[in-house]
């Protein structure tokens, strides 16, 4: 699931990348499933009973802007509430922010390999509906640029909160 919009300390409102978007395409092209996909809108703005009706393996809150640790530790535990949705219960909601992230552009390779690297740690989260069939990375001078901003997860059952860093796993 792809929330792209939402107030922070509030799990309402939630707006998310539906079908024709650029966000909706990168996710397949990623080998992933938009839980949004048939949405009747391009950027629907959904209820909580629908998000738990989807049951999305991975949430991506996407940020526009970039966001301090303890914001998108926040944002992370906003989707506490929703324990009995499997991307929360098993720790695979994560927070990629920047102004590339929404925006189509010419960093897009830069978003797509970010993506990859989220899904590829989601995976390896002990997903139970395996992501191996990712595409390979860009190649090497595209979207290979380090990310200025860490990605954010939620914790692993008995866990703690951890930042995913770009080449630490």
Known sequence: MLSIGRQSGRLADVLVAGPGTFLDELLMRLGGANAFADAPAR??????????????????????EPVPADVAAALVSDWRQLSQVRAVRDGRVAVL????????GPRLPRLYAELRAVLESAERRSHPRPLS????????????QEARAPVLFSPLP??????WERGRG
């Open 43 to 64: 950027y629907p703005q959904v209820s909580l009973e629908e998000v738990v009706a989807r049951a999305p393996d991975v949430i991506l809150e996407l940020r526009a």
């Open 97 to 104: 922010a920047g102004d590339y992230v929404v925006t189509p």
């Open 133 to 144: 069939h990712l595409p390979p990375a860009p190649p090497p001078g595209e979207g290979r």
């Open 158 to 163: 008995g866990g703690r909160e951890g930042v």
